[in-house]
């Protein structure tokens, strides 16, 4: 019987994890994950991974910038791998938000995630996030003991206000209302953080708790959420070390996910954040190959 994939995931944790608080035999190919507190960019970094198997499972995973420009040259190298690999399933980061009439207009609204569910409607092939599901995520990052319902689910409003201001050029007003919408869907999808900073109202008096004198809190600003950087040093206080956590756990996931499709013979492209897959690729090759 195949274990669940939150047993799964628990499993790898304890192997590569050491502040998981799960008890599971050590997996050797999990010790390959790299970290982000350890992790170094190098000028011989590769971003990309291709790995065809003997049993014809194959993966084309690219690291992407988190672009919505569309004469950026990204978009033509996961175009050309898409038309050499002829995928039979597209895995993409973040969650499903859709696509758009055109190519150009998919690119220049949703990015690099987006232009894969287009190829991917275009092709009439099946796509799936890379994604934990929200709820496994927020038990694991719950289950640290380092932080806060509180303090989580703040991280997860602070951050996705951040990108609404930095990609999607949204005002105060536009955020604010995003965010209203969000807050009753989020305590849908998470149990475990329902009733906890339930409307907007309550988020600047929480973030003045944390942040106090640092403007209101749909300006946080984006370093506060980048995994490689100490919170101490951006002023993010624990925003940093919950990304670098969560990041963590994403990259095991991606790896399960990733790794399972192409043993079920699979031909998989892969789009994300480009950090991801220089970290996840040892694991991956020693998975597969």
Partial sequence: MKKPILL???TAAAAILPEAKVCAQEAPCHHKILRYKTWQQTPATA?????????????RYLGAEHST????SQFQIIKENWEALHPTIAFFEGPDRGIAATEQETISQLGESGYVRYLAKASGIKTRSLEPGPQEEVD???SLEKFTPEQVKLFFILREASRLRERKGMNEEEIKEAIAQLLPKADQLIPALAGVLPDTASLQPAFEKYWARQGEWWQAPAHWFDPLKDGKETGGNFTNEINTHS??????HMYRILTEAVQQGERVLAVVGRNHV???AEAIRCELE
């Fill in 47 to 59: 971003w990309n991974l291709s790995i065809d198997t003997p049993t014809g499972g194959k993966l």
């Fill in 140 to 142: 694991y990052l719950l």
């Fill in 8 to 10: 799964l995931l628990a």
């Fill in 69 to 72: 420009d569309t004469s950026h």
């Fill in 278 to 280: 220089p970290m996840q």
């Fill in 247 to 252: 990041s963590d756990f994403r990259n095991l």
